[in-house]
């Protein structure tokens, strides 16, 4: 990647690597993309020496780069496949579309903050990493791409959108927190026929709100 990945920046992934598994990431391949994806690229350099710890931090815009954990724990849940197509809704950082790419899926992310858009789009590629980035509300999901084989969700949503299961193919899975602002339980929903899904929950986690709609700026 030659991007301003120094050795230490490595050292460093390796020891948030091992912290993972000890929290029960266990999923290699899961592991071997946080390990390889250089998040202090994805946050501002004043706050390098916060990279590799195992937290949430602001990104602007009122949103977060979510805790590695927590991306391990959702990308875990999702079972991803080399070349399973995948929405992801919610770009923020970037973070979590070029973990996904790292494990050599397709990725089509979208993020209704035009800052983060207009931020991660032309970001995500100088480093490497070409997911299709959309500007608009996550809660439509991307009708035109459809379907899908998996759909993470990286924002807490009220209910689940029953508009983003519709864009799932037979058989495939969603990743999604659903709960209030203050908690949400992360469910794994499964697409068993045209009008039937089944639901999984894992626990208890901590999101920034899903909203409805786009915001221009």
Known sequence: MGIN???????MR?????????KGIRNPEVL????????????????????????????????????P???????????????????????????????????GARVFTIERQKE???RVHKFLPEIGYNPACFFGD?????PGFAPFDKIIVTAGAP?????????????????IPVGNNQRQEMKLVTRISENDYKTENHGDFIFVPLLKGTVNF
């Open 5 to 11: 990945d120094t050795a230490r920046h490595q050292g």
């Open 32 to 67: 071997s993309a946080i390990g390889k994806v250089p998040r202090h690229l994805f946050m501002e350099s004043t706050f390098i020496q916060f990279a590799y710890k195992d937290q949430a931090f602001p990104i602007g815009a009122g949103q977060t780069i979510s805790q």
């Open 69 to 103: 954990y927590t991306v391990a724990f959702q990308t875990q849940l999702l079972q991803v496949e080399k070349g399973d197509k995948i929405l992801e809704v919610g770009t923020g950082s970037g973070y979590q579309a070029a973990v996904l790419l790292e494990m």
């Open 14 to 22: 390796k020891k948030l690597v091992e912290a993972l598994k000890i």
């Open 138 to 142: 996550g809660y439509k999901g991307l």
């Open 159 to 175: 209910e689940i959108p029953e508009g983003l299961i519709s864009q799932l193919v037979i058989g495939g899975m969603m990743v």
């Open 116 to 118: 983060l858009y207009n």
